[in-house]
């Protein structure tokens, strides 16, 4: 599967963004699609995971900030964020779960000024 990420750019604080991933190839066998992040100096962290079933799960950090959600009839997972913080700056990347391999796409850089 390929993973096309886009949506990201720079907001003040308080303000949202919408970030895609558009998906193409087979997604036979994948088990959930991710949204994480890497911060400058930092590891890359799951920010918001839903799984084929629908189930989401979210990191403590944004939890009742951002929406996963998932569109299959256009091929696209989105990362609703609302009331951005400085400390949500990072580069964005999607993620697509099968089995023990991860496919990830190119990242996309949200930036959050105070």
């Known amino acids: 599967v390929q993973l096309q990420a886009s949506g990201g750019g720079l907001v003040q604080a308080g303000g949202s963004l919408r970030l895609s991933c558009a998906y193409s190839g087979s997604i036979f066998g994948i088990a959930a699609w991710g949204w994480y992040r890497q911060a400058p100096g930092k590891q890359r962290e799951l920010v918001a995971l839903?799984?084929?079933?629908?189930?989401?799960d979210y990191a403590d950090s944004v939890k009742g900030r951002f929406t996963i959600s998932r569109d299959a009839a256009k091929n696209t997972v989105y990362l609703q964020m609302n009331s951005l913080k400085p400390e949500d700056t990072a580069v964005y990347y999607c993620?697509?779960?099968?089995?023990?391999?991860?496919?990830w796409g190119q990242g996309t850089l949200v930036t959050v000024s105070s």
């Open positions: 839903i799984t084929t079933r629908g189930t989401t």
């Open positions: 993620n697509a779960r099968r089995g023990l391999n991860d496919n």
